[in-house]
């Protein structure tokens, strides 16, 4: 597609339910990003893939959090058990190939809401 | 923590004046970028300098890095009032991961 393409654009959960949130990348980026931002906040690194290698999780703050990128495209990041605290904007981006020297793209973000 | 620090956190103007807005980071650096964010959703490139870079330019906008101080300057000439937006610089050391600053948020007043 054109641009980076993220869905839902807002999400409303019940505390301790399950959400998943999807990223389409720009078509031929190999690089693809997770952040997440609070409300007035700066942007929170989550995880990084690249093509095949796999991908830095560093920034996943609990094992309630985890992302998967089917066919080197599409990308789903996964919250088990949601919890207030995760409310945020979730942010995906893309870059041609590994970020150094490159501009990312960034989509619109999902914004989550736990209540 | 690795994340940039940015200042002012807030800065208002007046239209048709200059907005300056720094950013100060603690690692070794490959780049460094600027971004807009309008409404805390999608950011936008605006302009990247590279480490061995002193000063770049876009349009209205002026980017410098010092890396002896680990700092680099936005400024935005004339400013309109559609400028009006959170600012972050961003910037890549070793790895891949490209870490935020805390932003700037610039409100340009007619």
């Known amino acids: 597609g054109a641009g980076v393409s993220q869905s839902p654009s807002n999400k409303v959960t019940e505390k301790g339910k399950d959400v998943e949130l999807r990223c389409d990348p720009i078509?031929?980026?190999?690089?693809l990003y997770w952040y997440r931002q609070s409300l007035g906040q700066g942007l929170e690194f989550l995880i990084y893939?690249?093509?095949?290698?796999?991908?830095?999780k560093s920034g996943l703050p609990s094992d309630r959090f985890s992302a998967e990128r089917t066919g080197g495209s599409v990308s789903t990041l996964t919250i088990q058990r949601t919890q207030q605290e995760d409310s945020a904007v979730y942010l995906c981006?893309?870059?041609?190939?590994?970020?150094?020297?490159?501009?990312?793209?960034f989509g619109e973000g999902s914004w989550l809401t736990v209540v | 923590s690795q994340q940039g620090e940015e200042d002012p956190q807030a800065l208002s103007i007046q239209e048709g004046e200059n907005a300056t807005m720094n950013c100060s980071y603690k690692?070794?650096?490959?780049?460094l970028q600027w971004y807009r964010q309008n409404s805390g959703r999608g950011l936008v490139h605006l302009i990247l300098i590279r480490s061995n870079e002193r000063e770049k330019h876009s349009g209205r906008l002026r980017v410098t890095l010092d890396t002896s101080k680990k700092s680099s300057s936005l400024l935005i000439t004339a400013s309109r009032a559609a400028d009006t937006a959170s600012y972050f610089c961003?910037?890549?050391?070793?790895?891949?991961?490209?870490?935020f600053g805390t932003g700037t948020q610039l409100k340009v007043e007619l």
């Open positions: 981006a893309s870059s041609i190939r590994q970020i150094s020297g490159n501009t990312i793209y």
């Open positions: 961003a910037f890549t050391g070793g790895g891949n991961k490209l870490t």
């Open positions: 078509s031929g980026h190999t690089a």
């Open positions: 893939f690249q093509g095949n290698s796999a991908p830095d």
């Open positions: 690692t070794s650096i490959n780049n």
